[in-house]
Structure formats: structure tokens, C-alpha cells
């Protein structure tokens, strides 16, 4: 066993170093301190992401309520519609930001329902009037806003 303090071979480990007095400090500048974060216990302090570096500019509660505004509801897909398909049908209206296909965990197939987020809600109300009660796959789709999340 190797000492990191004196980096001596022997029986003594870093902690009960016996030449600790006599090292030289170490040479990337830091002594075992504990960090600023710490409490008095030893414990370090809870920081919120909303507080933590380049984070502290977003208020923590962007990922809950993404642009729920701008979803319309897809119902009535077939069992082979993928996110690729959906995407491809909404893409003539305008920019899109997210695509969800509700799959069936056991079969992998699709549950017959899917969401999609425009970017502009304009874009939206014309996929909505355009595709609802459109043919696709040989089935009729049924395109609606979708209702805000609950949770």
C-alpha cells in the first residue's frame, strides 16, 4: 500500500500519516477543507437547480408547463402509427416541437392516440381544422386541442 500523503510504501495509511507535518502542500493549489456548501455538521446544503450555475436563469418550472397551449389530441391512429408518421403528416402546417405516439408497453404497438406540439399556435388551429376527420392509414382521424395536464 501506497501513502498519498508522503507517497511512502509501509504499514500506515494516508489518514494516520506520520510525516503529514513535513509534506509539501499539494500542487493543483487545494487543501482538504471542506468545501463553502458545507454546514456546520459536516453536511452539505441543499442547493435548487434553480439556483445551481447556468440553471439559476430558468425558473425550475419550465419543464412542467411546456407550450400546452399550442397540443392537439390525435385519436383514432392505426396500431402501426409510429412518431415518424405523425410527424410527416403535420409537418406541411408548420414547425413542430415535439411528437408523442402512445405505445402499448407489452406489444410495442401503438395505443391508438398521439400529441403534437406546434410551435405557433396558428399552426396548430390549421392542423386541426385540416385533419380532423381526415382519412389516413384506412381510418378516420379525429384531431382536437388536448386538454392541459393535470398533474
Known sequence: MLCRTCGKKGDHWTARCPYKDQAPPPANGTVDKPPASETSSGKTAYVPPSKRGAGAKRNGTDMKHRDEENTIRFTNLSEDAMESDLRELV?????????????????????????VNFVKKED???????????????????????DPRTN
Not at 95 to 111: A, F, N, Q
Not at 131 to 144: A, M
Request: proline content about 4%; glycine content about 14%; hydrophobic content about 40%.
Open 124 to 146: 396548430a388551429e390549421r392542423a386541426v381544422l385540416k385533419l380532423n376527420g381526415y382519412g389516413y392509414d384506412s381510418l378516420i382521424l379525429r384531431v382536437e386541442w388536448a
Open 91 to 115: 409537418a406541411p402546417f408548420g414547425p413542430v416541437s415535439r411528437v408523442h405516439v402512445g405505445i402499448d408497453r407489452k406489444t410495442g404497438m401503438c395505443r391508438g392516440f398521439g400529441y
